[in-house]
């Protein structure tokens, strides 16, 4: 499935207003917000339907699933916004990730949980903002320029040390750039392994830039997000992916690109591509296969190391000086 | 004291509502602490053991209080040796795991690492480690050593 759905829900006294805008989102935070009501609702429209006295609009159908025969219910339902509640132990398990994986749904997930199986968005990862009978989502992480803090930034981060998830290119990228700057440039070699490269008690003045996939990070975010709240001096730079940055750098040609990467919810087909990060890797291979600038994942090609290739990428990477601070 | 365990546990109930919508008892509810904790969490009044008063929603029976609340209530009250899955609570009742760990032994499970940033006098004991925590910041380090989720 791929598309962006506004889907409203209400019932005499209660509203909610959510979209959806990937083939995973999470909806988490404080208890007392209407998370369990919200899925209530949704099973019981869709069970009895007009005569629930809930209304449900969407363009969509959206339905609830709870624990009893998941897979099964899940394997005959498609093109559906599907709900989920944290009352199932299931969500966690390599089975439903699976089955996730190959569905053509959309799935909204209440939990608190980290769920490392599935690859979902720092962005796509809300708390239920309450006013009244009026409920919508917010995210739950500031950001500004894809750079995401506890607090809003109103400064450039001039970063001391950077870390990346990535150890292939990404991480060749950024280390030559950071050895250009004297900024000591390390890989965690993946996404878990970024909790353990830095500290929550603040150390010395270094600031740590974290550079890792937006796309996917989801699952790590709320241990990140508690470090950054307790040592201001870690910072999270989290666009889509590598890929997304170069594709984003203005010196790619591609047809239709800018309309691609300006909704990339409308190009993404979710069974195809369980998460963006790997659409934007698909697309750029395919965008540069015949040119002097042919992408690979695994090794670096030098060119994007060159002149005005370098300099438009790291212009796309808004929010962050290069150069060191005196 | 407040005990932590992550991850997978024998004992524990991973879904503390379901628990509490058949076992709670009436004078669980209308106790100050419950009456506190339901007005805080959820922002309603306890009009009887049997009708909360609900801001959003009017009127409504003890099985329509938050998941959070009914998982503090069994913290608090229930003696059946259950050990309940605090990932069901919001960082808002961290406070109040904290409050009713310092009036008696409680053991909670954890499935993510929960923010106690802001509870004062923050101490427990990390089950996995065997060591215990006198902070926030120390919890965190802990936590972030742990595998089990």
């Not at chain 1, 989102?25 to 998370?35: A, E």
């Not at chain 1, 699952?219 to 950054?228: H, K």
Request: proline share 3%; glycine share 6%.
């Amino acid at each position: 499935m791929k598309g962006q759905y506004h889907i409203i829900v209400q019932n005499k006294r209660i509203h909610y207003e959510l979209t959806i805008r990937r083939n995973i989102t999470l909806i988490r935070g404080d208890s007392g917000t209407g998370k369990t009501t919200l899925v209530n609702m949704i099973e019981q429209a869709s069970k009895k339907g007009a005569s629930s006295g809930i209304s449900v609009v969407c363009d969509r159908p959206c339905r609830a699933l709870r624990e009893d025969d998941w897979d099964i219910i899940l394997s005959n339902t498609h093109r559906h916004i599907i709900f989920l509640d944290e009352e199932g132990q299931f969500i966690k398990s390599k089975e439903f990730a699976a089955a996730a994986k190959a569905s053509d749904n959309y799935f909204v997930i209440v939990t608190r949980e980290d769920l490392p199986n599935l690859p979902y968005s720092a962005e796509e990862i809300y708390e239920i903002h309450t006013s009244g009978k009026y409920h919508d989502l917010r995210r739950m992480y500031q950001e500004m320029h894809q750079i995401y803090s506890p607090e809003t930034l109103s400064e450039i981060v001039n970063p001391d040390a950077v870390v990346t998830e990535d150890s292939n290119s990404g991480y060749e990228f950024f280390r030559a750039v950071c050895e250009e700057h004297n900024i000591s440039c390390r890989s965690a070699e993946g996404k878990s392994n970024l909790k353990y490269t830095v500290s929550p008690v603040s150390k010395g003045t270094e600031q740590t830039l974290i550079v890792a996939d937006g796309a996917a990070i989801g699952p790590e975010m709320s241990i990140l997000y508690q470090i950054m709240k307790k040592n201001p001096r870690v910072k999270c730079f989290l666009p889509e992916s590598f890929e997304w940055l170069i594709l984003k750098s203005g010196q790619i040609d591609g047809n239709m690109l800018w309309d691609i990467l300006d909704h990339p919810e409308d190009a993404i087909e979710s069974q195809e591509y369980f998460s963006w990060e790997r659409f934007f890797t698909a697309l750029l291979v395919e965008c540069t296969k015949d040119s002097y600038l042919r992408y690979s994942k695994a090794r670096l090609n030098e060119a994007y190391l060159r002149g005005r290739m370098k300099q438009a990428i790291l212009d796309s990477v808004e929010g962050v000086c290069w150069e060191r601070a005196e | 004291m407040l005990k932590i365990v992550f991850g997978d546990i024998a004992g524990a109930v991973y879904h503390p509502p379901t628990y509490f919508d058949n076992q709670y008892e009436d004078e669980w509810i209308t106790d100050p602490l419950s009456v506190e904790m339901i007005r805080d969490i959820d922002k309603s009044e306890v009009v009887s053991a049997n009708l909360i008063q609900s801001p959003v929603l009017g009127p409504i029976p003890v099985k329509e209080i938050s998941g959070g609340v009914k998982t503090l209530i069994l913290m608090a009250f229930d003696t059946s040796g259950w050990i309940f899955n605090a990932s069901a609570c919001g960082d808002n009742c961290a406070k109040w795991i904290m409050a009713i760990g310092r009036k008696k032994d409680l053991t909670i499970n954890l499935h993510h690492v929960m923010d106690f940033d802001g509870v004062e006098d923050f101490e427990a004991l990390m089950v996995n480690t065997g060591k215990t925590v006198h902070s926030y910041e120390e919890y965190l380090v802990e936590a972030i050593s742990i595998k089990e989720r």
